[in-house]
């Protein structure tokens, strides 16, 4: 069983600006440290899926970060792929090549745009209300009574989250681009008098299978960082309310600087 | 049962336990008071270490719970139920639910045996009609009593109790004594309590200790406690009205 509650750590405050800047670089690494240790103690942790409980708990997050995501994801989605469609399509329609918007939008969603905004959107949704619940578990105790009775938080409560965020957010990203290219195609026929079939045929004949497994590799990709970053800035809340409030923010701004950086990185890797 | 070895525990500048040796005998209930932040919930915590020692050994038993390895920290543990300040109940399980937590985490029991044995427990701290509430739909003395029930169920030598009656009106703070009292009576086991609400101790107390300055000032029954004239003590009764006969002053 892992030990996720830290005891209160003191230190001096730094005499002069390199010091300050040497340890604070520390501290990043040692968080970037606990925080992989944690997703791997809750990669590891995923065994007891065979047991009901742990199988119940994890269908439970699976509804929460899947089924209360989706209305928000269907609009942000249709209007991210209508907005792609307009501005490519006016600047396309100077060449008479409109028609093209149809590849536009649908490599764009695919590659970026489908797991980039999902992650955003369940980072600043789910993400933001696991590490307030996490954060309020914490101060209030209730993780200390859990190690008190040798129930394993990672267990019971980081691994159901890693679970549902690592299948969900593929699943998201993958219907985020359906949305997207499914609103690009309503400007098409609506605005800019392409039709439904000729958007389709073009969305379709470039579009590629890697873009597809890379796009779903980066929405796994993320939806692990998310889990990760929640759980562990919940489980590091310290000072009450205004902790809670500061593990809730820090979920988010962590989230999304890391999907940005990994989303790069991933991109690179497969493109360049 | 519980002992300390020249525990010294800081928090940056402020030592909060100084190289503190204390025994905490089997089936005694043994209460340690003192002002906020002298470190009554610091000593308590080192018991099942949330806390570790900066330097020095707690030992449970022959178990020397301050240096054992994860393995063996269940195993120890397993020999403590805790009842936190505010409870700690989950709170999107039921009362029942969080009273069966353990047992259904930890045991192969089944669910018809759990829930004997959860129904025992509630009957026991007097909740048996609350099982199907939630912990937001129940009052402060509630939580206490099923944080209580959720703290026997595993059938624990040694009961820990994290202010018990803060925040609890006094005809509550009473009922929550007699619990305490109740649980050392039926069930046998060792308890150790913190708590400033000196009232609470001299009912409830085989052993009262008082903490101050990073160390016990005072440790003797409730009889002696009233009596002693260490300044630290004296200065506690007084600001809780109590003499040194025991009576209350008007």
């Given at each position: 069983?892992?030990?996720?509650l830290?005891e209160?750590a ?24 606990q ?71 649908m ?9 980039f ?24 105790e ?18 159901p989250?890693l ?15 359906v ?10 026929a ?12 073009n ?24 889990a990760?970053?929640a ?7 310290t ?9 809730t ?8 600087l890391?999907?940005?950086i ?11 | ?6 525990v ?11 190289r ?9 209930t ?12 610091v000593?308590?915590k ?7 020692p ?18 063996d920290?269940v ?33 192969a029991?089944?669910e ?27 009052s ?24 018990p ?9 009473r ?6 009292d ?15 609400d ?6 409830i ?10 160390h ?8 002696d406690?009233i009596?002693?004239?260490h ?20």
């Amino acid at each position: 069983m892992r030990t996720v509650l830290r005891e209160p750590a003191y230190a001096p405050p730094p005499e002069t600006f390199i010091q300050g800047l040497g340890r604070g670089a520390l501290d990043l690494l040692f968080e970037i440290g606990q925080a992989t240790l944690l997703m791997a103690a809750g990669i590891a942790a995923m065994r007891y899926l065979v047991v009901r409980r742990s199988r119940d708990s994890a269908v439970r997050q699976l509804y929460i970060t899947g089924v209360k995501s989706l209305p928000v994801v269907t609009v942000v989605a249709g209007f991210t792929g209508m907005i792609l469609a307009l501005q490519t399509g006016l600047e396309l329609r100077k060449f008479s090549q409109e028609v093209n918007i149809g590849t536009a939008v649908m490599v764009s969603m695919l590659r970026e745009m489908g797991p980039f905004m999902t992650g955003l959107i369940l980072a600043a949704s789910v993400g933001s209300s696991m590490g307030a619940q996490i954060g309020t578990m914490t101060i209030s105790e209730e993780i200390a009574a859990l190690e008190v009775m040798s129930i394993d938080p990672v267990r019971f409560l980081v691994m159901p989250r890693l679970v549902a965020l690592a299948i969900m957010t593929p699943l998201l990203s993958f219907y985020s681009t359906v949305m997207g290219v499914l609103g690009g195609g309503l400007v098409g026929a609506t605005q800019l008098g392409v039709s439904w079939t000729a958007y389709l045929d073009n969305a379709t004949k470039y579009a590629d299978n890697k873009d597809l497994y890379v796009g779903m590799l980066k929405a796994l990709c993320f939806g692990l960082i998310i889990a990760t970053i929640a759980c562990h800035q919940g489980f590091a809340t310290t000072k009450g309310a205004v902790g809670v409030g500061n593990a809730t923010r820090m979920t988010v701004i962590v989230s999304f600087l890391v999907i940005l950086i990994v989303g790069y990185f991933i991109t690179r890797l497969f493109y360049v | 049962m519980i002992r300390f070895e020249k525990v010294t525990k800081s928090f940056g500048p402020q030592r909060v336990l100084d190289r503190v040796d204390v025994e905490i005998n089997k089936g005694e209930t043994f209460v340690i008071v003192g002002s906020s932040g002298m470190g009554k919930s610091v000593t308590l915590k080192h018991m099942i270490r949330l806390l570790t020692p900066d330097e020095g050994r707690i030992f449970v038993e022959n178990d020397c719970i301050s240096e054992a390895n994860e393995r063996d920290m269940v195993r120890i543990r397993d020999r403590f139920g805790v009842l936190f300040q505010n409870a700690a109940l989950l709170a999107w399980l039921s009362v029942f639910e969080n009273v069966a937590l353990p047992l259904r985490e930890r045991t192969a029991m089944t669910e018809e045996e759990i829930e004997v044995r959860v129904a025992e427990c509630l009957d026991l701290v007097g909740l048996s009609a609350a099982g199907p509430k939630y912990p937001d739909e129940i009052s402060g003395g509630m939580r206490k009593r099923a944080g209580l029930a959720r703290a026997i169920v595993m059938k624990p030598e040694i009961i820990l109790y994290d202010e018990p009656t803060s925040g609890l009106d006094p005809v509550i703070s009473r009922s929550i004594d007699r619990l305490i009292d109740d649980m050392r009576v039926k069930l046998g086991v060792t308890s150790v309590v913190v708590t400033h609400d000196l009232h609470s101790a001299l009912g409830i107390a085989t052993r009262i200790a008082m903490i101050a300055g990073g160390h016990f000032v005072e440790i003797s029954p409730p009889a002696d406690f009233i009596r002693s004239s260490h300044p630290e003590v004296q200065e506690f009764l007084e600001a809780q009205y109590i003499t040194r006969r025991g009576s209350w002053e008007s």
